[in-house]
Nanobody
């Protein structure tokens, strides 16, 4: 069983909304779960995180105000973390990953141990 599994990606149009899911195993929620994305030929980019302790969030400037990370309280075990994407743009096209923080700077991919396999988002222009 994978530790982290993303889903919900697909083909969308400019201005659409999309919700990605990150299903996790019990041991993969350390102090924070983050979302990253990676477009072809580009570095993996930090998007935001949610903290386990108080479910507070932080976002990269590139997505602040458009993307939201949350835990759905309908899932009482809180094992799914969501990334709500609103008003998508062509530059949002990428493979999206969730990851469990291990140690180090939260915006550095090297600080994360568990990664999902990614889910592809394509924004049609």
């Amino acid at each position: 069983q994978a530790e982290l599994t993303e889903s919900g990606g697909g083909l969308v149009r400019i201005g659409d909304s999309l919700k990605l899911s990150c299903a996790r195993s019990e041991r993969t929620f350390s102090w924070a779960i983050s979302w990253f994305r990676q477009a072809p030929g580009k570095e993996r980019e930090f998007l935001g995180l949610i903290k386990r302790k108080d479910e507070s969030t932080q976002y990269a400037d590139s997505v602040k105000g458009r993307f939201t990370i949350f835990i759905d309280y309908k899932d009482w075990q809180k094992k799914t973390i969501y990334l709500q994407m609103n008003d998508v743009k062509p530059e949002d096209s990428a493979t999206y990953y969730c990851a469990s923080h291990s140690s180090g700077n939260y915006d550095s991919p090297s600080s994360y141990y568990f990664w999902g396999q990614g889910t592809q988002v394509t924004v049609a222009s």
